[in-house]
């Protein structure tokens, strides 16, 4: 079964950084874009960031040259380095892949989610 296991968030100060990873396991074929999304409290789930499979980015534009998205192909995994972050930046955070797992088609997945904190 596939699954999609991302690193702990933090409390973070505003201003500081801090990198999330996600990696992906099980029977997988093939990796199409990955990406990041985030739900803050009373708010709906927002995307924060994709990658293609060649490494074409694209961002939130209340992330756009604070946050970077990158992936390592040969481990399956996603990185998002945040940096300048706000409090406006709280919220839970999710990894997103699209997978096609060995004898299946095309399937959307979803991490476990980790909450980050920007607060002083």
């Known amino acids: 079964q596939v699954q999609l296991v991302e690193s702990e968030g933090g409390l973070v100060q505003p201003g500081g950084s801090l990198r999330l990873s996600c990696a992906a396991s099980?029977?997988?074929?093939?990796?199409?874009?990955m990406g990041w999304y985030r739900q803050a409290p009373g708010k709906e789930r927002e995307l924060v960031a994709v990658i293609t499979s060649g490494g074409s980015a694209n961002y939130a534009d209340s992330v756009k040259g604070r946050f970077t998205i990158s992936r390592d192909n040969a481990k399956n995994t996603v990185y998002l380095q945040m940096n300048s972050l706000k409090p406006d930046d709280t919220a839970v955070y999710y990894c997103n892949a699209a997978v096609r797992p060995y004898g299946a088609g095309w399937s959307n997945y979803w991490g476990q989610g980790t909450q980050v904190t920007v607060s002083s």
């Open positions: 099980g029977p997988i074929f093939s990796i199409n874009a």
